[in-house]
């Protein structure tokens, strides 16, 4: 894996790291961030050259260019996606970008075996049924009052 480091950055690139544990896929927090929609210049990641100061880095831990993306790693993946999604208010289907999809970038990552429109549209699925749930559980908690 690479670490996706700027000159003269320490630590990893990336604010998360997807990679397995054992048999199972865990999402680890790399960069720090406070969690807001605003980043600060010490929570720039460097993941993405000409993108870092307003976006962040997700990494998976796996050549995806030379095998599928593992489906441990995958449902991690969208589970982290989801979250991210619902926390900062993004559109699934227009705000998450692979990495050769940005604009200065010249690479396959996440892979060319990943199809970003079908990883889009199953994180856009999982997020409306957890926007859902919560609606019918604010709901519900509103009933209890």
Known sequence: MGTGCRAGAKGTGYHYVVRLSGDTAVTQIGRPHDGDNNLESWEYGAH??????????????GNWSMQSMLPEIERELIAA????????????????????????????????????????????????????????????????Q
């Open 48 to 61: 993405a050259y000409g993108s870092n100061s307003h976006t962040l880095g997700i990494c998976t831990v």
């Open 81 to 144: 996606l989801v979250h991210l999604c619902i926390q900062h208010g993004l559109d699934p289907l227009t705000q998450i970008k692979g990495h050769r999809e940005m604009a200065l970038a010249n690479t396959e990552c996440p892979g060319s075996l990943v199809d970003l429109d079908t990883l889009r549209l199953r994180v856009y699925k999982y997020h409306e049924q957890v926007l859902d749930i919560k609606e019918g559980m604010t709901r519900w908690e509103n009933l209890n």
